[in-house]
């Protein structure tokens, strides 16, 4: 398994960042793929991220995509939710 942490550290880019990380869960996958890698990607995010952003067009992009999810508590370090 691998995961791709994504912190979103600036508030005013969000949405851009949220496109790269969409993107680059794409690209990773296809690299992953084309190597013939048994490994499995997920996308991590903060939590707070994902309860402002993630709504519900965002989700069906994600779904669309195929992208895992893993949302994470910060602040205590543990995993929230895994999204397959």
Sequence with gaps: MLIEVKCFPDEDSTTRDLYVS???DLVYRAMIAEL???????LAVPQPIFETIFDQSVMWVINESKIRL????LETETIVQWIR
């Design 36 to 42: 013939d890698l048994p490994e499995v990607l997920y």
């Design 22 to 24: 969409i993107g680059q």
């Design 70 to 73: 893993v949302i994470v508590n």
